[in-house]
Structure formats: C-alpha cells, structure tokens
C-alpha cells in the first residue's frame, strides 16, 4: 500500500472572487504584513455589504433579552 504524503497538494490557477472584487491579490510578506493590489477601504466596502457581522449580532440579541427581563 503506497504511503499517502502529508502535504497538501498546491492548487493551480487563481482562487474564484465575487465579481465586484474581481482583480484582487492578496499576499503576506517576509515581515507577515497583508499587501494587497486593492484599496483596503473598497474590500471593506465590500465586506460591510455582504457579510453579517457576528459579534453585533450577538449583542444586539443579548440586549434583547436584557429588556425583556426588566
């Protein structure tokens, strides 16, 4: 039985991206800085339209349940 290798093979090609960020590279540098070939703000942009954010959920359901029991 043929031994299997534990490193993951590396895909060819460039990952899918939605089509309003189409065009973005992200890379990390030697020192772990993020470089990026887009605006930060317009990947945030994106980000705050179409991504629910957790931690506000979270807390607007505990305030919730904070009023109810008052």
Same mark, same amino acid.
């Given at each position: *039985?043929?031994? !299997? /290798? $534990?490193?993951?093979?590396?895909? &060819?090609? #460039?990952?899918? %991206?939605?089509? $309003? =960020? /189409?065009? =973005?590279?992200? /890379?990390? +540098? &030697?020192?772990?800085?993020?470089?990026? +070939? *887009?605006?930060?703000?317009? %990947?945030? @942009?994106?980000?705050?339209? +179409? %991504?629910?954010?957790? #931690? =506000?959920? @979270?807390?607007? @359901?505990? =305030? !919730?349940?904070?009023?109810?029991?008052?």
């Amino acid at each position: *039985m043929a031994k !299997k /290798s $534990d490193k993951p093979s590396k895909k &060819q090609g #460039k990952p899918r %991206v939605h089509k $309003d =960020l /189409s065009g =973005l590279e992200i /890379s990390i +540098n &030697q020192f772990g800085e993020i470089k990026s +070939n *887009m605006d930060i703000e317009k %990947v945030n @942009e994106f980000l705050d339209k +179409n %991504v629910e954010d957790k #931690k =506000l959920t @979270e807390r607007e @359901e505990t =305030l !919730k349940k904070e009023k109810k029991k008052k």
